[in-house]
């Protein structure tokens, strides 16, 4: 349609029929104008240039939520020690306790404790050789109870098969289980001709707990 047209007064005749009356260009731009911002409804988006040019723009972000169900699947996985009691984790089974069979646990123990000394050699610093022991572990040691308040422990011998907090137990040539308690007894361990004395009251830690605690140089015990 011509946009001539479309301007154009309407003409007298029509203006009675009709029963409107043209208006001045300023009057009709001025009406189009107000109809047009009362029937559109308002934008509600802001100016996105304005806003960037004139303020700092905060982006939402929402942190993820954690899986709750996953980690607690994780913690369930491993068992406590009131399980492995029941389940009984740590007894060892009588045709399991023969001297033999921890043999080859004693000669990869002497091993270790020998490359853990730096040979052990005959000019091997005692002291530098106790404070290694004392952070070892001796599990497939062959320990000698030398001291003790009770008197039935002293001179036991055997292979040490289990250490815990309070305890050692050990696997005697007769093919018996020992349990000794670490207080008030003196433990005596020989590797190469080194003879090094355990005081099980200073020992009372499980082993994973004694490699990273600090000795004193000194240490007595009351028998």
């Not at 009709?28 to 109809?35: M, S, Y």
Request: net charge positive; charged share 30%.
């Amino acid at each position: 349609m011509d946009e001539a047209l479309v301007r154009a007064t309407i003409p007298r005749d029509l203006e009675k029929v009709l029963g409107v009356e043209s208006q001045t260009n300023s009057k009709a731009e001025a009406f189009t104008q107000a109809f047009l911002k009362n029937s559109i409804q308002p934008n509600t988006r802001h100016d996105l240039k304005s806003m960037l040019t004139h303020k700092a723009v905060i982006l939402g972000y929402t942190r993820p939520k954690k899986d709750k169900s996953r980690r607690n699947n994780k913690r369930a996985k491993g068992l406590n020690a009131r399980q492995k009691r029941a389940m009984k984790v740590f007894q060892i089974k009588p045709e399991h306790q023969r001297y033999e069979l921890f043999l080859p646990l004693h000669e990869l123990w002497r091993q270790y404790i020998i490359d853990l000394c730096s040979g052990l050699k005959p000019k091997s610093n005692p002291q530098f050789v106790q404070q290694k022991l004392l952070k070892a572990d001796f599990h497939g040691a062959i320990i000698t109870v030398v001291r003790s308040k009770c008197p039935s422990y002293v001179g036991t011998t055997g292979i040490l098969v289990q250490e815990f907090k309070h305890v050692f137990k050990i696997i005697t040539k007769e093919d018996k289980l020992k349990v000794i308690p670490k207080r008030n007894s003196v433990f005596a361990v020989e590797i190469n001709g080194f003879v090094s004395h355990i005081y099980g009251s200073k020992f009372e830690q499980r082993a994973s707990e004694r490699s990273a605690k600090k000795f004193k140089v000194k240490g007595t015990i009351d028998l």
